[in-house]
């Protein structure tokens, strides 16, 4: 009897390309305009601060873009880096550059879970604010009430089985009654080994002979 079911975003709910080619692209197209013409916003102002406390220097608005762009390339998971990242997405999203992917099949089965009283949650390496943008700004309206909780890598790493004990136990609900939706066979590994129902979403890849996991080709296969 499943309780809760707890996704992954990325090639689950919503595609691969939407985060790698639309909105990475996007915030490093508009770091240095948005810092320079947002550099008075004391959001903006922690993130220089941030930036020069990382580097351990006092770096003026211009040399603390530097570092972010730097940063940004090398693809580098620093924290004022995210938190600027979020700021972009943010504007991005209320200024409808872009809409938040996600399949019609997930927004469908999201919406007649919560219907049917089945707690919803979400998890992902992208910080809990990026992942309420996204499914705030959607084609399907705003799908943040469908969900009672979001979890990042602040609970730890997805492919380590802690992660999916602290998960079922800030749930309040025993492990094997909560379902984890994954593309990637580590992290249902991982759920699994934590005592979590696993499925397997193939979106696009050939199904795996003798996997541990069940695989459905989309959300239309779980009932
Ligand atoms: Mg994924």
Known sequence: MIKAIVTDIEGTTSSLAFVKDVLFPYARANLEGFVRNQQH????????ADTSAVVGANLDTEQAIAQLLAWSDADQKITP???????????????????????ADA???LKAWHAQGLALYVYSSGSVQAQQLLFAHTPFGDLTPLFSGYFDTHIGGKRDPASYLHISAELAIPAQQVLFLSDIKEELDAAKTA?????????????????EHRQVASFDALV
């Open 107 to 109: 927004a469908t089965k």
């Open 81 to 103: 880096l995210k938190s600027l990242q979020g700021l972009i997405w943010e504007a991005g999203y209320q200024q409808g550059a872009f809409q938040g992917h996600i399949y």
């Open 195 to 211: 005592g979590l129902q696993t499925v397997w979403l193939v979106r696009d890849a050939q199904p795996e002979p003798h996997a």
């Open 41 to 48: 916003l004391p959001a903006v102002k922690s993130i220089l």
